[in-house]
């Protein structure tokens, strides 16, 4: 199969970055893609960057518990629709790969190819706010310092990253390796499995 169908991990972490670039960019109604498997990697993006911003403020500590309390239920609405984005974007990529024969002695990936651009998207995240850490006027040299040399070490394992996820992709289309989709089960969010919320019933 032509490699062409599937993604490189430079027009995804160019998506990334281009939506850094605009503030704010996650409450946008509009959506850059409709369908696809770029439609499922900026909601996976988009659901990151919602759950990033809800993260920082469920750590406030000058306001009422019940701001707080949102911020936590926030969160976990968010976290179960990114790693829903996550399954649509290993079932895109899997449907991209029918075509191939997987060859005898395959290796199978423990980490599927949805999980590994979820965590780009993650240190997509991480690099832009450690940036922009850097910049900041209001804080001493030290802290500018810490913040590029963390910034350094992030762009370095998000290039390892992108490295792996191509490579991954590589060798799936020649079938020399492959993936499955692991349904992540969140017990938590179902009220029939978590046995905080089912035994309030009682």
């Known amino acids: 199969m032509s490699m062409n169908s599937l993604q490189t991990s430079a027009e995804i972490l ?6 850094h670039a605009t503030p704010g960019w996650a409450r946008e109604s509009a959506r850059r893609h409709a369908s696809g498997l770029w439609h499922c990697v900026e ?5 990151n960057c919602l759950l990033w911003d809800e993260e920082d403020l469920a750590r406030r500590k000058q306001v009422p518990d019940a701001e707080i309390a949102a911020n936590k239920r926030a969160i976990d ?6 790693n829903d984005a996550i399954e649509r974007m290993d079932e895109s990529l899997l449907d991209g790969l029918a075509g191939v024969q997987r060859r005898t002695g395959a290796r199978l990936n423990s980490e599927t190819a949805g999980s ?3 965590r780009l998207s993650i240190l997509s995240l991480k690099i832009h706010h450690m940036r922009l850490q850097t910049l900041r006027n209001d804080v001493d040299k030290a802290h500018v310092e810490s913040c590029a040399a963390r910034l350094a070490r992030f762009l370095e394992q998000r290039r390892d990253l992108a490295g792996c996820f191509d490579r991954l992709l590589a060798e799936a289309a020649r079938g020399d390796a492959w993936f499955k989709v692991y349904r992540q089960f969140k017990m938590y969010n179902d009220p ?3 046995p905080a919320v ?5």
Do not use: S, T, V, W
Request: contains cysteine; positive net charge; aromatic residues 10%.
């Open 116 to 118: 590994m651009i979820d």
């Open 192 to 194: 029939a499995l978590n």
């Open 198 to 202: 089912y035994g309030e019933k009682r």
């Open 43 to 47: 909601l996976n993006h988009r659901h």
């Open 14 to 19: 160019a998506f990334h970055d281009n939506c």
């Open 77 to 82: 609405g968010y976290n179960q629709k990114r």
